[in-house]
């Protein structure tokens, strides 16, 4: 079993639709948990942590399920410039030692 | 804003050449990484280091080495290039005290080894 899971995708999506992730992780002691946003071509880039308590940025929400060991992410009125691969990333360790294990990703297009 | 600046967008190379991949962050970070990125197999950790003249072991390190000689720098090294190791390789570094867990990355290094 892959330490962290994602589907793959694409999900093609319209304009202003609400769109969700979701993503499990293996290892049940696991410290905390990421997702990425890479555009074509471009480096990875933190989009937000996800805290256990659930966590909201503008239109983005991500929650933590350690129960069921998954993670998820929820756009909402989604945008073309949502458009990209976002990466389900997990740290098994504490914070100063970010060895972290990423998902391949899941591909996101919105379509005008 | 931490920069990383990786020395080379793009290289070709033979078969059994010496490939030298450069890394540099401006931030006094602690932390650097080596990564490589293939589709469908996500992003693989070849070496990591927490400090000058340290290294450790990623997920998929055969055929590659490292050197970190000071804070700024960390290199890696194909001793000798393999068409399997053809890839996007990222690096990347984060604090090891007063960090969020971010890593911040370079733009990458595409690598094609003929």
């Known amino acids: 079993r892959k330490e962290v899971e994602q589907d793959p995708g694409p999900f093609n999506v319209p304009e202003g639709a609400t769109v969700a992730f979701n993503c499990t992780y293996s290892?049940?002691?696991?410290?905390?948990f990421f997702w990425y946003r890479q555009d074509c071509r471009k480096e990875p880039k933190l989009l937000m942590s996800?805290?256990?308590s659930g966590n909201e940025d503008g239109r983005f929400t991500a929650q933590l399920n350690r129960a069921s060991q998954y993670i998820s992410l929820l756009i909402r009125d989604s945008m073309l410039s949502d458009s990209a691969t976002y990466l389900c990333?997990?740290?098994?360790?504490?914070?100063?030692?970010?060895?972290?294990?990423f998902g391949t990703g899941t591909r996101l297009t919105i379509i005008p | 804003d931490v920069k990383v600046t990786q020395s080379s967008r793009y290289l070709v190379k033979r078969t059994g050449e010496k490939v030298f991949l450069e890394c540099v962050q401006d931030?006094?970070?602690?932390?650097m990484f080596w990564y490589r990125q293939d589709p469908g197999l996500g992003l693989r950790l070849i070496y990591f280091?927490?400090?000058?003249?340290?290294?450790e072991k990623g997920d998929i390190p055969e055929g590659y080495s490292v050197s970190r000689e000071k804070k700024e720098r960390f290199s890696l090294i194909l001793e000798s290039a393999s068409t399997n190791q053809t890839s996007m390789y990222l690096c990347?570094?984060?604090?090891?005290?007063?960090?969020?867990?971010?890593?911040?990355f370079g733009e990458g290094s595409r690598l094609t080894v003929l």
């Open positions: 990333v997990v740290n098994p360790m504490n914070f100063g030692n970010e060895k972290l294990t």
């Open positions: 990347a570094s984060s604090p090891s005290k007063g960090g969020t867990g971010e890593l911040f």
């Open positions: 280091s927490y400090d000058v003249k340290m290294k």
């Open positions: 931030m006094d970070h602690e932390n």
């Open positions: 290892n049940s002691a696991s410290q905390s």
């Open positions: 996800v805290y256990s």
